[in-house]
């Protein structure tokens, strides 16, 4: 018996050994092509960067823009109006993402933009397009930044519109509802929209759009407490917008144009994003700066370095991401074994050294004594360097091991560590910027609006630090604490920046471990539990941009190569070895197209949590790389036989 035993027992380890070392095969063939395909994407000058997608409102509000300006052309017209078409579903409507919902608002800028190109109302797309309009509630049900681009050419009252006077200009810092109680990006818009609402221009399209209404007022939630004391400042600040203190009024506007043209990056852009960039246009010229002012080129020429043109058409990136997207490809790279002296990871480090922010910024208003530094997420951007990226640069730039790059390095982990928020967690771009009077304001109903701490930003902070020796260093202790607090009581954590709980998930795990937290404790074991019950049963993990609005969607979603990849690392951080992540490994080696990269149409980068999501088309590469590469190298420190 006992011969028997030893017999079936010596078959079974036999037999997971060998599947475990064909599966360790395929994953180092699939890394292989993956790791030449990313380094075939580098550009001369060093740096990496995907596209990012986003949708059609993009395009949309590009040719209103021009329209507005006066400079739109026929060319760029046609040419955006065919990418605005190729995008509608065959529903007729326009979404967010791929496969989410129908976006009303989304689809009316389509349609007017389509309009715009000359298409007829009685087309057959633009007649089921404006069906589901009046259907969801027609514009009057629109979100307001969708009816502010109305209201510029006529289409709707300025008068019901909410009201944010260029006055909050005059606000000090304490005060709540100044500017700098927004996040920066919406600060960036807000300011512009000042100088925009109370100039209150109309600039008549050469058509109506009766189609689009319904004729009946928006249905409202009954407004109370807060929401009903913000409805009475709006009715208030409406009163005063028809009789303002003429000279306060004429000081606010100048403070407020002064203020946008001081923040032009060298690009001729606003934050290296859409939003603030094309109301920042649109305001200084409503101030006065012609389209020849040299503001105002570089506003407009800048738009070109964001513009695709592919097949005819042309489709405008919301924001691009070099920085970012380079560090990750470092990381990729180093975690797939390429050498840290290899030319490619040499040049990347190279641009990236250039590339640090040494000058102040808005995030001096909350921390007036620290000394810059850190990076930013695009090429131009020296007034908002992000913690986010620079705890990923961070990572990437010491494992180089390049002496000349110690001193930036020093200053981003001083500054990074500078912007800690005052309970322990760390946010994006500013620090405490957590007032949430700021979104009872009738204004904000779209987008998040506050930079409030992320448990994504605070682990990549924390594994940062924790690779710079720092892992018993209060702050990265304080840090530890709130994700802890932050954990969701399924075991998962909220992903702000990535799609969703797979995301943070995927970043909490191995920042806990290497701050010191042991893969047995049991917060780490309900963040396994999370995972690997959320595993499909392909091998892959995915999870809807849905989860941010509908908890049933959670965790769930067509599995895509970034995502699955996410679970991997966290999964592989706390020490796990077992079938899901074999299984895992299988599916990224299976679903890899012969090219070396992965398919992947869905969207897993955030913008805004349930209302903007972003697809980062090197996201579907340069995280199977470090998944794979991770996996490889614990593969061949344990052996085969270590396996389960």
């Known amino acids: 018996m006992t011969g028997l035993t030893t017999g079936v027992t010596t078959g079974v380890t036999t037999g997971v050994a060998a599947g475990v070392a064909t599966g360790a095969a395929r994953a180092a063939t699939a890394l292989e092509a993956a790791r030449d395909h990313l380094l075939g994407l580098q550009a ?21 823009l021009r329209e507005f300006l006066g400079v739109r052309t026929a060319e760029e017209t046609a040419e955006a109006a065919r990418w605005i078409r190729s995008q509608q579903r065959p529903d007729s409507t326009w979404a967010n993402f791929h496969e989410g919902p129908a976006d009303l608002s989304t689809t009316i800028e389509a349609y007017v933009a389509l309009r715009l190109a000359g298409d007829p109302p009685s087309a057959p797309h633009m007649r089921a397009a404006s069906a589901y309009v009046r259907g969801a509630g027609g514009i009057e049900s629109a979100r307001v930044f969708t009816r502010i681009w109305l209201a510029l050419f006529g289409q709707w009252r300025w008068e019901d519109l909410p009201v944010i006077p260029p006055e909050i200009m005059f606000l000090p810092p304490w005060c709540p509802l100044n500017v700098y109680d927004w996040a920066c990006w919406a600060r960036q818009t807000i300011v512009p929209l000042t100088i925009v609402t109370a100039h209150r221009p109309v600039r008549p399209l050469p058509f109506g759009l009766p189609e689009l209404r319904t004729g009946r007022p928006a249905p409202r939630a009954p407004r109370t407490g807060w929401d009903a004391a913000f409805a009475a400042l709006d009715r208030a600040l409406h009163r005063y917008e028809r009789h303002p203190i003429a000279g306060l009024r004429r000081a606010a506007l100048r403070r407020a144009a002064e203020w946008v043209v001081a923040r032009q990056e060298a690009d001729g852009s606003w934050g290296g994003i859409q939003p603030p960039w094309v109301y920042s246009l649109i305001a ?21 370095r964001f513009t695709i043109r592919e097949d005819g058409t042309r489709r405008l990136e919301a924001c691009q991401s070099p920085v970012w997207d380079t560090a990750l490809a470092m990381t990729a790279l180093l975690d797939a074994g390429l050498p840290r002296d290899h030319a490619a990871l040499a040049r990347a480090g190279e641009w990236l050294l250039r590339e640090e922010i040494r000058g102040p910024g808005d995030w001096t208003v909350r921390r007036p004594g620290l000394a810059p530094g850190g990076w930013a997420f695009e090429f131009d951007n020296d007034g908002y360097p992000d913690v986010d990226d620079t705890a990923e640069v961070i990572l990437a730039l010491r494992r180089l091991g390049r002496p000349d790059a110690r001193p930036a390095l020093e200053r981003g982990l001083r500054w990074m560590a500078g912007m800690v928020s005052r309970d322990g967690g760390f946010a994006a771009f500013d620090a405490d910027n957590t007032r949430e009077l700021c979104l009872r304001l009738p204004f904000c109903d779209f987008g998040a609006v506050i930079d409030p701490p992320s448990a994504d930003v605070t682990a990549h902070v924390v594994e940062a630090l924790a690779a710079e020796g720092m892992a018993r260093s209060p702050v990265v202790r304080r840090a530890v604490v709130w994700l802890l607090r932050a954990q969701e009581p399924d075991g998962s954590w909220f992903g702000r920046w990535g799609a969703n709980h797979v995301y943070g998930t995927g970043a909490v795990l191995p920042a806990l471990v290497a701050a010191g937290v042991r893969p047995d404790a049991p917060c780490v074991r309900r963040a396994v539990a999370w995972l690997e019950a959320h595993q499909h049963p392909c091998g892959g993990w995915g999870e809807d941009m849905r989860s941010y609005r509908d908890p049933a969607w959670v965790g769930r979603g067509e599995p895509t190569a970034s995502q699955t990849a996410w679970a991997l690392i966290g999964l592989l951080a706390a020490g796990e070895r077992g079938p899901s992540v074999d299984r895992g490994v299988a599916w990224l080696a299976g679903s890899q197209r012969p090219d070396g990269t992965w398919d992947e149409p869905h969207y897993t980068g955030t913008g805004f949590p349930g209302d903007f999501s972003i697809n980062y088309h090197l996201y579907r590469l340069v995280f199977p790389v470090s998944a794979l590469g991770r996996y490889l190298r614990l593969h061949e420190t344990a052996g085969p036989e270590a396996t389960p």
């Open 284 to 304: 200084l010229h409503l101030s006065g700066y012609g389209v020849d002012h040299p503001v105002m080129r570089a506003g407009l020429a800048g738009l070109d």
């Open 44 to 64: 001369p000058e060093g740096w990496w960067k995907g596209e990012l997608q986003t949708n059609v409102t993009m395009d949309a509000e590009d040719l209103l």
